[in-house]
């Protein structure tokens, strides 16, 4: 088969791999679609721990072999890729925190994934879809149940404020699931113009660019004291040391950037949030119990009833072939985009 395959840090090959069968208690998804996830990009970019690797985790397709153990019911369920594959018996897992498992591994970053005509899953980790849904949509919702997992985490209520930084692809699902869920009002930050457009498009009420505009300053003038709820989905450290002034007393903030292991913050963003009591959240994935969780049943619901918006996501479609190009332009800042769309079957 063909694969997109990461040889090394900014190597990405387009070529042929072992087409691979289902093994025990597995079963082999026909890929119809993948999203490029910001991860993806950051493993090219900035390196991976192994190498070669096919990435890709937000993937749809078609079942279309089995191996022993497996249900023959499932050939030709249309499916997504739960990319989590947990051990299920550590003490973790026991509690229902999949994503603190003690040897967890991940499809697409620890083992092969979706960047292929076929991937290899346990039984666990597909995630069986109506077969009206769209497989595009089908791509796009792993990155919709971490948004919904960040509501989660924060305690979100209807008719509370929220503040977001950041509305790249996994803001502007926070966007669409706070409209959704109810907020009262939903205030976003972006330097990009385009991403605040999109923003307001799906839900935002009142969009910051902070080339233009003093965010905090900004926040405090429209909402007092500001948010219940501030969502940090940039992993800039100076964007980090905001939530705290745009959080009201007592309100909470999650936090969901990658943010580079070699800044620091100042002591004074804790002093701030030990003045202000503020409770602050990590999030790492996207999981809850029974896994996969409600996040992913969430998504489904949404989807079928036409609330979450997957197309205003998609800025860009390209075939599987195209991947080291677009992973090239991608490195070098040559492509301006939200959420990318891959598909296997195009020459």
Not at 121 to 146: C, G
């Amino acid at each position: 088969m063909k694969a997109a395959v990461l040889e090394n840090k900014g190597a990405l090959t387009y070529k042929d791999v072992p087409t691979p069968e289902a093994g025990p208690g597995h079963v082999r998804l026909k890929v119809k679609a993948i999203s490029i996830c910001g991860s993806d990009i950051k493993r090219f970019v900035d390196g991976h721990r192994m190498y070669p690797l096919i990435l890709g985790h937000e993937t749809s397709g078609v079942i279309d072999s089995i191996g022993s153990g497996v249900a023959e019911s499932y050939i030709g369920k249309h499916a997504a890729i739960i990319p989590l594959v947990p051990c299920f018996e550590c003490e973790q897992c026991q509690r229902g925190y999949y994503s603190a498992c003690h040897s967890y591994s991940f499809i697409g970053s620890r083992q092969s994934g979706g960047f292929a005509e076929y991937v290899d899953l346990p039984e666990r980790n597909v995630f069986i879809l109506p077969d009206e849904l769209p497989f595009e949509h089908a791509a796009l919702i792993e990155p919709s149940t971490v948004a919904r997992h960040m509501l989660t985490l924060g305690d979100f209520k209807s008719g509370q404020t929220v503040v977001v930084f950041g509305v790249g692809s996994i803001g502007l699902m926070l966007v669409q699931w706070l409209r959704i869920l109810g907020a009262q009002k939903i205030v976003v930050s972006d330097l990009l113009e385009d991403n605040l457009k999109i923003a307001a498009k799906v839900g935002a009420h009142i969009t910051l660019n902070p080339s233009k505009v003093d965010v905090i300053k900004e926040v405090q003038r429209r909402i007092g004291d500001g948010a219940d709820l501030t969502l940090e989905a940039t992993g800039v450290p100076q964007v980090l040391e905001q939530t705290i002034s745009v959080t009201r007393p007592r309100g909470k903030i999650v936090l969901a950037g990658n943010q580079p292991l070699d800044k620091s913050l100042p002591l004074t963003f804790i002093e701030n949030m030990m003045r202000k009591e503020i409770s602050l959240n990590g999030c790492f994935m996207s999981y809850s119990a029974p896994f996969p969780g409600h996040e992913w049943t969430d998504t489904i619901t949404a989807l079928l009833d036409g609330s979450l918006d997957m197309d205003t996501m998609i800025s860009h479609r390209y075939s599987l072939s195209k991947a080291p190009e677009v992973f090239g332009k991608i490195g070098a800042h040559q492509l301006v985009h939200q959420k990318i769309m891959l598909n296997p079957e195009e020459a």
